[in-house]
């Protein structure tokens, strides 16, 4: 199955475009499913239907559904809940208010990400797009998955193991509730579930993430920030897609100026994002709503092009051997020196870009060397590592 994922800030035409991709894909022959992870009901506005949780056909082989976060957060959540609750009871928080505290926020849409991979496991789509909300919720929502693996693989064996030795103990000294094996079995299947939504995600062959942008500034800047953000967890972004474009035919003279600063604009979206794929679309004189005008956009923004392909597949991260050295080099276009840090803690390299954090497991090769430089190359990041001072031992390749 392919995946793509549609977002760009607020309101500059996400739902309208991955409605318009998704009836164009179909149209194509391809069986195709159109999600939203967005709790407002914008799909159904843009096609006109009522959407549930299951998916309905509303064109010839494109199906559309509208999760209800709540339900699946009680499906997935609710035996860590409980125990988060007892938990919060205990220290005398009153039951409502400590239900209310036991939803993280951010957690209702992250099972929208699981319902990616359920249709990815059972397969009876050949495309799914995913209308994603704006670019800060979609990022939050993306880094999720790294973020519970990363708790995941530390503090949950540990906790385990310390609790398994203690729980007779503590249950005779204290009265706060323990976690019991259910709870640890439900944080088991909530981790393998997320893990699973991390491969899927940033399998270059399956998923990609198209970034939709108007011709103006704070959308663009906005966009270019996003874009490092998803290079730097791995996802694959495959094409550009500037929406809102002012037509040839307007000629008034009060939007002259405003077609010159579009054009401006969409010279700096060329030059930033380079050598992705820019895709464009008109301002139309109506809103984009209905199976036939957003079947309209969809042929203007892909022409000839096979919107369900992979547009661009360039590589996010790589290592090479140079000489003595191993070279990982990371694509984080517009990340800035400044806001570039680097750890390492054994195999594990933490790359820092503003807020934003990324941990890279470091194969073998580059785990046994110590971090030698790092520099900018571009948009690139190269980060040697060397020899460290040991002794030396002959290298075989
Ligand atoms: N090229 C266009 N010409 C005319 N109207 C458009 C165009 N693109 C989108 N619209 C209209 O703009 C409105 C907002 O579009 P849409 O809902 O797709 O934005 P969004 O990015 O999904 O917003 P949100 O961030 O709220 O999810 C809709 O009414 C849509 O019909
Ligand atoms: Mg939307």
Not at 61 to 81: H, S, T, V, Y
Not at 232 to 260: I, Q, T
Not at 370 to 379: C, H, I, K, P, Q
Request: proline content about 6%; hydrophobic content about 40%.
């Amino acid at each position: 199955m392919r995946v793509v994922l549609f977002t760009g800030k607020g309101g500059v035409g996400k739902t309208t475009v991955a409605s318009a991709t998704a009836l164009k894909i179909a149209a194509s022959g391809k069986k195709t499913l159109l999600m939203s992870t967005d709790p407002a009901h914008s799909l159904a506005d843009a096609f006109g239907v009522e959407l549930g949780p299951d998916p309905l056909e509303i064109a010839p082989g494109l199906w559309a559904e509208q999760i209800d976060p709540q339900q699946r957060l009680e499906e997935n959540w609710k035996d860590i809940q409980q125990h988060a609750v007892a938990v919060m009871n205990w220290a005398g928080l009153a039951e409502v208010e400590a239900e209310e505290l036991s939803v993280i926020p951010g957690l209702d849409e992250l099972f929208s990400l699981a319902d990616v991979k359920r249709h990815y496991d059972e397969d009876p789509y050949d495309v799914l797009i995913v209308d994603c909300g704006p670019t800060g919720e979609t990022l939050r929502l993306l880094s999720l998955p790294d973020i519970i693996q990363w708790y995941m693989e530390r503090i949950f064996p540990i906790e385990r193991r310390v609790m398994g030795a203690l729980r007779p103990v503590a249950r005779r000294l204290t009265s706060l509730p323990l976690p019991d094996e259910g709870v640890y079995s439900a944080v088991k299947r909530f981790y393998d579930k997320f893990d699973g939504v991390r491969q899927v995600l940033t399998d270059a062959e399956t998923t990609s993430v198209r970034l939709v942008v108007n011709p103006e500034r704070m959308v663009i800047a906005e966009a270019k920030r996003t874009y490092t953000y998803l290079n730097l967890f791995g996802y694959r972004v495959d094409a550009v897609v500037v929406n809102r474009l002012l037509p040839p035919e307007v000629s008034d003279p009060y939007f002259a100026r405003w077609k010159e600063i579009q054009a401006e604009h969409l010279q700096t979206i060329e030059e930033s994002f380079a050598p992705l794929p820019i895709l464009t679309a008109r301002l139309r004189d109506q809103e984009l709503t209905g199976n036939e005008l957003l079947a309209d956009l969809g042929a203007e923004v892909y022409g000839d092009a096979d919107p369900a392909a992979v547009l661009y597949t360039g590589e996010a991260m790589r290592v090479d051997k140079r000489g003595e050295s191993y070279v990982l080099s990371l694509q984080l276009p517009f990340a800035r020196k400044e806001e570039l840090e680097l750890s390492r803690k054994e195999d594990e390299l933490f790359v820092r870009v503003g807020p934003y954090r990324r941990t890279i497991m470091l194969p073998g090769v580059l785990s046994m060397r110590e971090v030698g430089s790092a520099t900018l190359e571009g948009d690139r990041i190269e980060i040697v590592f060397q020899r460290g001072g040991g002794p030396k031992v002959e290298e075989r390749d």
